[in-house]
């Protein structure tokens, strides 16, 4: 065994401290646009505190947890508070709490539904869909073809009906991850219905889950999907975490043969923390809290625009969910001399240059989810607009805009976090919102 010359763990541990220290105390101050992020809330956080994260729990086949008991009682969260509340708001008959991420998700889901040299059909990434999903098909065997659109931002459902008749596939896996506009999951099923074939479809919506949850979107399932899922953490203000749900029984469980053979421990904190804030989520009106998302990713945009710097696809109204994509270009800045200013004036954001219909232009890839879970919404939105403008065209010390976006940080409180017990405050560390959040 090799060891660092001059390795010094209690300085490595004391600056670790420290990081941990100025993230948590950063991120207080600061507003974050990224839409594939959220802010679990404090109580939601609670189960990464306790013995719970140490422990297995496997409720398939030992309900009373007789092969690992110390997780007994913690597992009561997952059998008694998440699955049936996830059950309850995704309309489904089964549901695995398994998968600890999205990506994780998509894997056990492909695992389950396809055998190594069947055909799957998934979203083109020049119309949105996730970089990994025909790399990942391809190391389990697949061979993988893409749909795609007349534009970016819709597809070609007739060309999607002729693919699927042409090439039989065992599965459309509808994957967007880079999009404006959700598809129209029930149209999508009616093309890949509309070939005759056997094919399976399943809608990935871990970028919209929050606005699928929160019924601004359609369920997936009453569109027509056989099965959905996705990440607990970009729309929906969870942990990161996923699940899949089915109301088929033989999907479910072909879903559960194959999250046994991958996955051992799922963290089972993880699957308590879902449960907590599914019961906010619950509890908080969810469906404002979705409209309240894509009202506020609206406002910001129109006031974007306003000021001179127009998010994409102004003709089609910039967005239908959280997102928002901005080309600064136009204004004489880079993206990334944006990103570095914004991020200056304690508000993050994405750059990247992969989006659909952008040429390859770096790009600000912006989402609301985040900034109204933490109490924003759209009447904050001009302000935060100046803001921005002001950082972005660095036409205001960065100091002075850090120090008014903090102080809009700390002049709001969230309505979607439920007010507990000081006790658990105690054990947080950090006070808990209110449920009735104050302007």
């Not at 597992?75 to 998440?82: A, M, Y």
């Not at 072909?254 to 051992?264: G, N, P, T, W």
């Amino acid at each position: 065994m090799t060891r660092e010359p001059g390795m010094d763990a209690t300085r490595l541990l004391d600056e670790a401290l420290r990081d941990l220290t100025t993230q948590h105390t950063t991120a207080q101050r600061t507003i974050t646009l990224i839409p594939s992020e959220n802010a679990c809330s404090p109580l939601a956080q609670l189960p990464y505190l306790t013995d719970a994260l140490n422990r297995y729990f496997f409720a398939d086949g030992d309900p009373d947890a007789r092969r690992f008991p110390a997780g007994r009682t913690a597992g009561r969260i997952e059998t008694q508070l998440t699955v049936p509340l996830l059950r309850h708001l995704t309309a489904a008959d089964h549901v695995n709490v398994r998968p600890l991420s999205g990506l994780h998700a998509m894997t056990v889901l492909l695992s389950a539904l396809t055998r190594p040299g069947q055909t799957i059909i998934t979203i083109d990434p020049r119309s949105g869909g996730h970089y990994a999903t025909a790399s990942l098909a391809r190391r389990l065997g697949l061979r993988c073809l893409h749909a795609a659109g007349p534009t970016p931002h819709h597809l070609d459902l007739d060309a999607l009906t002729a693919l699927t008749a042409r090439h039989q596939p065992a599965l459309v896996y509808l994957d967007v991850s880079h999009g404006l506009f959700p598809l129209d999951i029930a149209a999508v099923v009616a093309a890949v219905r509309a070939a005759g074939t056997a094919t399976r479809v399943h809608a990935d919506v871990s970028h919209t889950m929050g606005l699928v949850l929160g019924s601004y979107l359609p369920n997936p399932l009453a569109a027509g999907a056989d099965s959905f899922g996705g990440s607990t953490h970009k729309t929906f203000p969870g942990p990161p975490k996923a699940f899949l749900a089915t109301n088929i029984p033989h999907i479910a469980a072909a879903i559960s043969d194959a999250q046994y053979e991958m996955i051992s421990s799922h963290h089972l904190a993880g699957v308590c923390s879902l449960g907590l804030a599914l019961a906010e989520f619950t509890l908080t009106d969810g469906p404002r809290y979705a409209r309240t998302v894509v009202a506020t990713a609206k406002v910001l945009a129109a006031a974007l625009a306003a000021a001179g710097l127009p998010p994409h696809a102004a003709d089609l109204g910039y967005t239908g969910c959280h997102q928002l994509w901005l080309d600064t270009t136009p204004a004489g800045i880079d993206a990334r001399t944006a990103a570095v200013r914004l991020d200056a004036a304690g508000i993050h954001v994405n750059v990247l240059d992969d989006l659909p219909g952008l040429a390859g232009t770096p790009t600000l890839r912006l989402g609301t989810a985040e900034a109204v879970t933490c109490g924003l919404d759209p009447d904050d939105m001009p302000y935060l607009a100046a803001l921005m403008t002001a950082a972005i065209r660095a036409t205001r010390p960065t100091t002075a805009i850090a120090a008014d976006v903090a102080a809009l940080r700390a002049a709001r409180t969230s309505r979607y976090r439920l007010s507990a017990d000081p006790a658990l405050a105690t054990i947080l560390g950090t006070p808990l919102a209110a449920s009735a959040g104050t302007r």
